[in-house]
């Protein structure tokens, strides 16, 4: 299964979950918690107006950095 960080999205792009210091537990299967927001603008909104989250936070917006 592939791990929330290693997908191919903005560097500025966070989630409560990156700040969770414990081992994975192969058991238990990844569901996130589907609340992402921008370091730019600290909220739900990246700098260019549109909704900050994993499947749109990708190299075709203007504000993308990659990793």
């Known amino acids: 299964m ?3 960080d290693d997908r191919d999205t903005c560097r500025y792009l966070r ?3 990156m700040f969770v210091e414990s ?7 990844e569901t996130g918690s589907g609340l992402c927001w ?7 909104l990246g700098p260019d107006g549109r909704v900050a989250d994993f499947g749109r936070c990708t190299p075709e917006r203007r504000c993308y950095e990659s990793k």
Request: aromatic share 0%.
């Open 2 to 4: 592939r791990r929330i």
């Open 38 to 44: 921008c370091v730019h603008t600290q909220n739900q």
């Open 15 to 17: 989630t409560k979950g």
């Open 23 to 29: 081992e994975p537990d192969p058991a238990v299967p």
